[in-house]
């Protein structure tokens, strides 16, 4: 079955941290670029952060540099962002995606919420 299965969200106050987790089946991972993107209530979803293929390439949104941290396990399919000094403004439902075989896949996303 090819999905992506995001975890890791939850509650936390303003400055805690969460790591959250993508892990990917039924298609080849480690050949393609991952993001994860965010739809906060009301508003479109948003690109966040991605990775090239290797790891060895990241970019962000301007509003989570120097806060959160992309990276990837080929070995283990999945991909992941470490979320520090966490900001109400960052409460969303977070959600990864890829490119090539991967641009068509979405996965039920996983609600993080901070509280002030």
């Known amino acids: 079955q090819v999905q992506l299965v995001e975890s890791g969200g939850g509650l936390v106050q303003a400055g805690g941290s969460l790591r959250l987790s993508c892990t990917a089946s039924g298609r080849p991972f480690s050949s393609y670029a991952m993001a994860w993107f965010r739809q906060a209530p009301g508003k479109e979803r948003e690109f966040v952060a991605g990775?090239?293929?290797?790891?060895?390439?990241?970019y962000y949104t301007d509003s989570v540099k120097g806060r959160f941290t992309i990276s990837r396990d080929n070995a283990k399919n999945t991909m992941y962002l470490q979320m520090n000094s966490l900001k109400p403004e960052d409460t969303a439902v977070y959600y990864c995606?890829?490119?090539?075989?991967?641009?068509?896949?979405w996965g039920q996303g996983t609600r993080v919420t901070v509280s002030s």
């Open positions: 995606n890829g490119g090539g075989i991967w641009r068509d896949v």
């Open positions: 990775i090239s293929w290797s790891g060895g390439y990241t």
